[in-house]
């Protein structure tokens, strides 16, 4: 009998709608595309969603058809002509791909065009035109994931992470896989209700090892115990993609019981409700966090800035965390990262050895911090390169663009061409720079880190300098957004 032909697909991204860094097809290229088989050969033996499909296929005999990986890092909104670049492209794949028995996608859930406000949703819609309703469609979401209504009636099931930080990106890719498999045998029936309740939460308190996500998950698995429950998708939701589909959803898949999944979607929503306080906090002030730095025994204490994170749109060059540290006595610390590319030319120049005076950082817009006048040595140039040795995107390559280590007052400065939320202790150990030997590590993040960095840390404190990352959602100009919701509007 012949094997059945699914095709897979990565198209991801997490749009910032505050940022001013346009995402553009130059931006794309330099996050990088695979096609073809280099989609497969880039997910093998990775820590992510494909690396999941892949493991299905393998274990149920399914024919993979690899057609486009694109995992763009999160940043403004994505240019009209990026966005219809990208999706027509994969449209066109999916064209010579078929006949198709099946389509498995990676998606983010909270992109945003400058002319498509839901990008996944109407990504799902062209892909359903196309390929019409008799070929399933089965998408992972990302568990910050905005997710819309249009998503869910496009697709056939979706399917979010249930973990963050993100580890469980394999084992969600594997199960997609399972259901498609389930679906096309005709052994299961999917049905889908999704509830929005009128929640914005911040993700500094969504990380799903402890309350308030925790809570939530718990009693989501339970339902899954249930055989006539396909998923439970908990999606904490993306609050700066200033769009009305923003925020917390709860979105729940049965076998052919539509009664069900609504009893059980309205079930999660009202404890989100009661929880929501929850969310809040988590932060600490800047004077804390000196207390807490001169109270530390041997370090390393993590100090993550959250309102610079990268991987929520922020463009990574504030100087708030170094500003801080100059005036901190507690060494040997050490900076990931702050992305200026001058400064990283001038001291590609400059050479190892040198000592540089310069303006760091501080130059995407006058939201996130002045530039800093520092002296530095130059201690150490690379190319940017590092693989993630785990727990999440274990097996993944990072590039930072050129790089260099530049250390100012016994502060080791990891300075970039490229804007990366520092994940893993490789993006230290591949610069030379022993984690676990310093008394200070400043990351800029929000959860990710902590699947790293928490277990090598005395203490984790997260601070808030300026920008549009962090936890204050009364800085940013909403327009777009459902309204009234919470903490906003709502008690």
């Not at 008799?134 to 819309?148: G, M, T, Y």
């Not at 230290?428 to 840390?457: C, D, M, N, V, Y």
Request: charged share 25%.
């Amino acid at each position: 009998m012949a094997r059945l032909r699914i095709a897979i697909a990565e198209l991801s991204h997490e749009t910032n709608s505050f940022s001013s860094v346009p995402v553009d097809l130059a931006f794309i290229e330099r996050c990088g595309i695979a096609r073809g088989a280099a989609v497969l050969e880039q997910a093998r033996d990775t820590a992510t969603v494909l690396a999941g499909f892949i493991d299905a296929a393998a274990e149920l005999g399914l024919e993979l058809l690899p057609l486009l990986s694109v995992w763009i890092t999160p940043a403004g909104k994505v240019t009209r002509e990026a966005y219809e670049t990208l999706v027509a492209e994969l449209l066109a794949d999916i064209e010579r791909a078929q006949p198709l028995d099946g389509i498995l996608l990676s998606l983010h859930g909270a992109m945003v065009a400058e002319h498509v406000s839901d990008g996944d949703g109407e990504l799902l819609r062209r892909v359903r035109a196309l390929v019409g309703p008799r070929v399933p469609i089965v998408a992972v979401l990302d568990l910050h994931a905005n997710i819309s209504p249009l998503m869910v009636e496009q697709a056939d099931i979706l399917l979010g992470y249930h973990t963050y930080p993100h580890v469980d990106q394999r084992e969600r890719g594997r199960q997609a896989g399972q259901l498609l498999f389930r679906l096309l045998r005709g052994d299961v029936h999917p049905t889908a209700v999704l509830v929005k309740p009128p929640m914005l939460p911040t993700s500094q308190r969504m990380t799903t090892d402890r309350p308030p996500m925790r809570t939530l998950l718990d009693r989501a698995e339970a339902m899954e115990d249930d055989p006539r429950v396909l998923d439970v998708t908990i999606a904490g939701g993306f609050p700066p993609a200033d769009v009305p589909e923003a925020g917390l959803s709860i979105l729940v898949t049965t076998d052919g019981d539509p009664a069900l999944a609504r009893q059980l979607a309205d079930e999660l929503a009202a404890l989100a409700w009661e929880l929501r306080h929850g969310f809040l906090g988590g932060v600490a002030t800047w004077d804390e966090a000196a207390a807490a730095i001169r109270a530390i025994e041997r370090g390393p204490l993590v100090l993550v800035d959250i309102a610079d994170n990268p991987w929520t749109g922020g463009p990574g060059d504030s100087v708030e965390l170094l500003r801080f540290l100059l005036r901190q006595e507690a060494r040997p610390a050490a900076l990931a990262l702050v992305r200026d590319p001058e400064v990283v030319a001038y001291c590609c120049q400059a050479g190892v050895r040198a000592t540089v005076d310069v303006l760091l950082g501080g130059k995407t817009d006058n939201l996130h911090g002045p530039p800093l006048a520092v002296r530095g040595v130059v201690r150490l140039l690379s190319d940017g390169r590092y693989v993630n040795a785990g727990p999440m995107h274990a097996g993944v390559t990072v590039d930072l663009g050129r790089t260099v280590v530049l250390e100012v007052e016994g502060i080791a400065v990891i300075v970039t061409e490229r804007a990366e939320s520092p994940i893993d202790l490789n993006v230290f150990r591949s610069h030379g720079i022993e984690p676990t030997e310093q008394r200070i590590l400043a990351l800029k993040g929000k959860g990710h880190f902590r699947a790293a960095f928490e277990p090598i840390a005395e203490r984790v404190v997260l601070v808030e300098g300026p920008g549009i990352t962090g936890s204050d959602l009364t800085r940013l100009p909403f327009r777009n957004i459902r309204r009234p919701i919470w903490p906003l509007d709502l008690a």
